[in-house]
Each structure stands twice: as C-alpha cells, then as structure tokens.
C-alpha cells in the first residue's frame, strides 16, 4: 500500500538541491527531495519554480515536474474569470436589487419614461442646421445646450461649451430619481422638472435661432435650423416623467 500514488498537487521549490536536498513546499508543508529518481523534466530546478507533485499514500515525493508556463497563465486566467463571472453575477444581483427597489418607489413606467428621457437627452438628435455644400450638423439635445447661435465657431465646435445652464439641466433631469426619497409634499413636483426645462429650453433657443437666422428668412432664403425627431422622444418622455408631478410620491 506504501507504494501506492495520490493525485498530481501543486507546489513550489524554495531550494534547489546540492550538497544537501532540495525544499517543496506542497500543501502547506516544506517536504525535503532530491532529483535522482524523482525529477522528471528535463530543465534544471529553480527556485520558485512551480511543479506538479507526486506523492505516495505515505506522504513521499515520488516524482516532481515542472509545470508549463503556458498553463500556469491559462490557470491564472481562469481562476481570474471565474473571480470576475462570480463578482459580475454579485454585481448584476445588486444592480437588479436597486432597480427594483427604484422602481418599487417610481413606478415603472416612470422610471423607464426617467431613463429614456436620460437617452434621448444625450444621444438623439434634437436639431440640425443645414450647412450648404457643407453638408449639415446635427445635435443632441445636451449638444444644444452648449451652442450660442451668435456664435458660428459654437456650431462648428458641436456645442461642446457647457455652463450653469446646461449643469442646471442635469440636475433637472437627475430629480425624478431623487423624488420619491423625499418625504415632503412638494417633491413630487421635482417629476416635471425635466419637462419644465425642456420647454424653457426649447423657447430660448426658438428665440436664438430666429434672432440668428431671421436675416436670411427676409431674404427669401430658408431658416437652415430644425428640429429633429429625438427632440420630439425627448418630450414625450419628459412629459410622461411629469404627470407623475400630479401623484403623491410612494410610500417607502
């Protein structure tokens, strides 16, 4: 039965042998070996050197090879993804809590009408202004916000020059999230702040716009700015977001 072998395990020479035997450390323990007999490769041992170690039913080192470098970082790879797989599931687990409980406290259509307001605020196309054999621009309702229409280089730029008025909007539509922790009557009117600013938005840049173009428009030419269709998503949406401004905010 001495004689007997148990599976491969894992471990890592500390000492290379000479005039005395080598040192594994293998399954928390410093076992002593030698290489005559046991060292099964054909490179030399080093120290940290990871191997593959056999040992008998009596605890003997029975045979040492050195493990592919290659395999150690496949290993290493995999034990990382699995990490990641299992932190990534906690993640989602968590995220899906969160939504749930925000939705529990907005309602859903609420929060989904919150969120598309959020994606057609920076990623749909709100106007264009139509630039000849330029071709045209088109922007997004946040590119909007950094645009001054007596400014050519502004447009050019793709309204990329944000201040207080455009932080402002952030924070309006930032506030439906933020309404239903609010314990107070008035909260529930922080639903319409998206719509509110939207609307403001939309009347000041009219009045830019004509203000900008106007000249041309008495020229028998066409005004080159438009509204495009994610401006019109982006109402909808904000205006979904409001009627909630009528309800009283949900019991936690």
């Known amino acids: 039965m001495s004689g007997e072998t148990s599976p491969k395990v894992r471990g890592t020479i500390v ?50 090879t050195v493990v592919d470098t290659k395999q150690i970082g496949k290993e290493q790879l995999g034990q990382i993804g699995a990490v990641a797989q299992e932190k990534g599931k906690e993640a989602a687990k968590l995220a899906q809590q969160g939504v749930g409980a925000l939705a529990a406290r907005m309602g859903a259509v609420a929060l989904g009408a919150t969120v598309l307001v959020w994606i057609a605020w920076f990623f749909l196309p709100a106007a264009s202004v139509q630039g000849g054999f330029a071709g045209s621009m088109s922007f997004t309702f946040w590119n909007l916000l950094g645009i001054d229409f007596n400014s050519p280089e502004s447009m050019l730029g793709g309204g990329n020059s944000h201040g207080a008025f455009a932080f402002l909007g952030l924070l309006a539509i930032a506030a439906p999230f933020v309404a239903p922790f609010i314990r107070a009557p008035w909260a529930k009117y922080l639903n319409a702040a998206p719509l509110a600013f939207v609307v403001i938005t939309v ?30 998503v982006l109402g909808l949406a904000a205006i979904v977001v409001g009627v909630h401004a009528l309800k009283p905010p949900a019991k936690a």
């Open 15 to 64: 000492k290379v042998p000479d005039a005395t035997p080598g040192l594994l450390f293998v399954n928390g323990q410093q076992k002593p070996f030698t290489l005559e007999g046991v060292w099964k490769s054909p490179v030399a041992p080093a120290v940290n050197m990871t191997v593959d170690v056999d040992l008998n039913s009596a605890g003997a080192i029975t045979g040492i």
């Open 203 to 232: 009347i000041h840049h009219y009045m830019e716009v004509n203000k900008a173009f106007g000249d041309l428009e008495k020229m028998g030419m066409p005004n080159p700015f438009s509204w495009s269709w994610g401006l019109f």
